[in-house]
């Protein structure tokens, strides 16, 4: 795979090994003759609605701490239901492995329709999991099929090569090659790329292979995204990284989709040379609405520990990379914060004691208002307010032809009107975020996670949206009472699939 030269404002990074796996990309049939894939990809039952993955690694299962379970809801015309629950962990029947203590089952969850049959598979991580003569922390990575039924069965896609892999803590599906079939890439030893090529036989097995995309630099990633950044059909892939003895010190790559798969990274810069700061998490969206994803960096750290210039870090911040023909456009990039005019808010940074807001947590990109442009919801779980730290809430942003916008923003917590429960210290409301379009009206619901809720039992909630943006009106909440799981410090709404 050559090294590609960078543009529209990206340097271009040093040479990299990329190893391959002893298991050697086959022909692939032709891609018209290959059965149709399904309409959404995340409808694991083909009836026209989006589902929704909740994820919590941290769980206890079957007395074993931090095992980890994936719980399920359908998506229908009244949107996601609590009846069409299921929950799954490495003891239901029919899954590979066994819940063992630290297997943090949930670590990523994705989805996919990965054997091409027309139902969205979900993909689970397991970055904790011991690994034959691996060893400890490997990680693995596992699909439960889709059907008419819903989700049944499962296979395991990857095991962890070797010891402290932890594969399987980062996942993202997409069309990598532009061969309309998907693929996975998931991080191993922290900072590379394993990508396994598709389709996938229903033992799991990766018919195009393994291989991974290597990473010089001493960094470690800290989330993936994938979206086609510069519209040429094929799915580029986006990370946040700690790079350097800094602890904050942060940066942006970005992995382009080939016929060979994702090339070489590079590390996004600025036009000076200087690299675009980044964050802990992400995701990919059209903001601005003009046929290129876009992507989406929440930066919730301070900069207290870094000798970076980042005024805008405090309290947490947003950085918007738009895409482009040429990739990430660096010169049309923007940073909001609480700051930030018509953000709601105050910026509050660390008081040197680990309270800030956090503002650029779990960020979400999703059309809440269904006028084309897609939105970005923005967890804020550090917000304190009338004396209850950490209690949390939600910031939606607009998006618009000239990108993200504080203009028309919203907040939500649990204090607002409608919006069930209370805001209390240490509930974290905010912790994740989702937006998904579950009724299939034209706009993106928002799913929220709140990991302290109940003394760390963490519980999900799920406001609908209109085209005035996201409402209480006829929001829910629900934990493990609904979902019939160990509540103690599992931390629900720790994260969700995408």
Known sequence: MNLRRAAGGLGLAAALAVSLSVTA?????????????????DDFNGDGYADVAFAAPD????????????AVMYGSAQGLRTSSKQVFDQDSPGMPGVAEEGDAYGSSVTTADLDRDGYADLVVGSAGEDVGTA?????????????????????????GAE???????????????????????TVADSKDLRVLTGPFERNGAPVGGVRDVTDDFDSRILDLAAGDVNGDGMTDIAAVAN??????????????????????????????????EGGENLDIGDVNADGYADIVAGRPIDGYDSDLDLPLAEGGMVTYLPG??????????GVLNQDSPGVPGVAEGSDGYGNSDNFGTGVSVGDIDGDGYADVAVGVPGETFDGRTHAGSVVTLRGSARGLTGTGAAVLSQDTDGVPGAAEAEDRFGSATKLVDADGNGTADLVVGATGENENAGSVWVLRSTASGVTPAGSFTFGAGTLGTVAANAKLGSGFDF
């Open 25 to 41: 990309p086959v022909a692939f049939a032709n891609p018209a003759e290959l059965p149709a894939g399904a309409a959404l990809r």
């Open 59 to 70: 769980a206890t299962v079957g007395g074993k701490a931090k095992a980890g379970y994936v």
């Open 135 to 159: 060893g400890s922390n490997a990680g693995s990575l596992a699909v439960i099929w889709g059907g008419a039924q819903g989700l049944a069965g499962s296979a395991t896609l990857l095991n």
């Open 163 to 185: 010891a402290y892999d932890a594969a399987g803590g980062h996942t993202v599906a997409g069309d990598f090659n532009g061969d309309r079939v998907p693929d996975l890439a």
């Open 243 to 276: 790079d350097g003895d800094e602890y904050d010190d942060r940066r942006i790559t970005y992995w382009q989709g080939t016929g060979e798969g994702p090339a070489p990274y590079v590390t996004v810069r600025k036009p000076d040379g200087g690299r675009l």
């Open 324 to 333: 482009s023909a040429k990739g990430p456009d660096v010169s049309l990039a």
